[in-house]
């Protein structure tokens, strides 16, 4: 069965902290996605990846194939960076299963 | 320039009615899609299209019906609109695989 996984559902953190988000899934894929739902509703895609490391400004994606697991990190955290992180995954073919999200909450 | 846009952003109706929302992207890309996410905020695939061809089809109900007329257009409808069908539409569209680029969601009440 196709699953995704992630932890923390909820995560608040101090300006500054080096923050991990953590996904894992069942099966072998195709790609994993890292979204970025804003407050507002808006979804933004962060990241797809299929191996290795990711890096865009602070935002750090890495995923290991062998363990089935994927971290999405945040250096120098900053309030804005406040959203619902979700991953995602292509178990092959162009459906995407999600995850159930982590609220992330950075306080100044 | 909004690479996908979707309208209404809002849009309340009563239960029976029957209601379209739109969805276009200028990407260029061959696949669009619909997400629906329930009050949980749990996201969930409804429909894929590529190339104008229903590739996705999950277990939605009949009364939600994709129309892709060319391939930057998928629009949904919805026939008899029931209590339960309030949610937060996404749509989406990706070359291949690759980067899902969403719309700004379509936030559908039902009374």
């Known amino acids: 069965k196709n699953e995704v996984e992630q932890s923390p559902q909820n995560l608040t953190a101090q300006e500054g902290e080096f923050i991990t988000i953590n996904c894992s899934y069942s099966?072998?894929?195709?790609?994993l996605h890292w979204l970025q739902q804003h407050p507002g509703g808006g979804i933004v895609s962060l990241f797809m990846?299929?191996?290795g490391k990711k890096k865009h400004g602070r935002l750090i994606a890495t995923i290991n194939i062998q363990e089935k697991h994927s971290s999405l990190h945040i250096t120098a955290s900053h309030p804005r960076d406040s959203a619902v992180y979700i991953c995602a995954a292509n178990f092959g073919n162009e459906k995407l299963t999600f995850g159930t999200g982590t609220r992330l909450t950075i306080i100044p | 320039d909004t690479a996908v846009s979707q309208t209404p952003k809002y849009l309340v109706t009563q239960m029976g009615n029957d209601k379209s929302i739109k969805c276009e992207q200028n990407l260029g890309h061959d696949t669009m899609y619909w997400y629906k996410q329930d009050s949980k905020k749990f996201l969930k695939i409804m429909f894929s299209y590529n190339n104008k061809e229903l590739i996705i089809n999950e277990t939605v109900p009949n009364r939600f019906s994709p129309k892709s007329p060319d391939k930057a257009h998928l629009n949904l409808h919805i026939n008899s609109l029931e209590l339960g069908d309030s949610a937060v539409y996404f749509c989406?569209?990706?070359?291949?695989?690759?980067?899902?680029?969403f719309g700004s969601g379509t936030r559908l009440t039902v009374v």
């Open positions: 990846l299929s191996s």
């Open positions: 099966v072998g894929i195709s790609a």
């Open positions: 989406a569209s990706s070359q291949d695989l690759d980067t899902r680029f």
